[in-house]
T-cell receptor, first 115, second 111 residues
């Protein structure tokens, strides 16, 4: 499968714990995005990387959230001291590459439940 | 005001019906426009890009009116398999910018 992959697919944690999610983009894509989706809403942008540079962060991304893309390939999203309001689907998308394509392709998401 | 607003759903239609989804966006600088489809508990998938000249892909027709900041999607001869949530999406900076999604309109096609 050469699509975007995310791990884990599901995560249940207790309030106050830290969690980390991983995203592996389509291999030739240089742009990587994180979005968050809650029930009944469309995805909301969190942050965006071009290669290893984090170019934009949403105001939704509080100090408890941090994202990295150290070698310009896979990315991690960490949430510290989780809160019940963090429960959502976390989606990763990628785009770009040699053809310069602008279409964003989404991974299957990581569903986070904070108890 | 939300940046992208869609018709509230759900839409319940019989097989073979024609259904139209409407969407408005607030930022006149928006560069590119899309409809994504999202099945229950799955990721969004691109259905089609939307151009000012209008574009058609089989039973699906998308229209863009930049002056009115309005986007539409028409599905003709709807199938059971069209049941999904349809997301109206804009991108202010293209290429490479973040996508801004509407809240989605759920479609349920019944036999």
């Amino acid at each position: 499968d050469t699509g975007v992959s995310q791990d884990p697919r599901h995560k249940i944690t207790k309030r106050g714990q830290n969690v980390t999610f991983r995203c592996d983009p389509i291999s030739e894509h240089n742009r990587l995005y994180w979005y968050r989706q809650t029930l009944g809403q469309g995805p909301e942008f969190l942050t965006y990387f071009q290669n290893e540079a984090q170019l934009e962060k949403s105001r939704l991304l509080s100090d408890r959230f941090s994202a990295e893309r150290p070698k310009g390939s896979f990315s991690t999203l960490e949430i510290q001291r989780t809160e019940q309001g963090d429960s959502a689907m976390y989606l990763c998308a990628s785009s770009g590459g040699l053809a310069g394509g602008d279409t964003q392709y989404f991974g299957p998401g990581t569903r986070l439940t904070v108890l | 005001r939300k940046e992208v607003e869609q018709d509230p759903g759900p839409f319940n239609v019989p097989e073979g019906a024609t259904v139209a989804f409407n969407c408005t966006y607030s930022n006149s600088a928006s560069q590119s426009f899309f409809w994504y489809r999202q099945d229950c508990r799955k990721e969004p998938k691109l259905l089609m890009s939307v151009y000012s000249s209008g574009n058609e892909d089989g039973r699906f027709t998308a229209q863009l009116n930049r002056a009115s900041q309005y986007i539409s999607l028409l599905i003709r001869d709807s199938k059971l398999s069209d049941s999904a949530t349809y997301l109206c999406v804009v991108n202010i900076i293209a290429p490479g910018g973040k996508l801004i999604f509407g809240q989605g309109t759920e479609l349920s096609v019944k036999p």
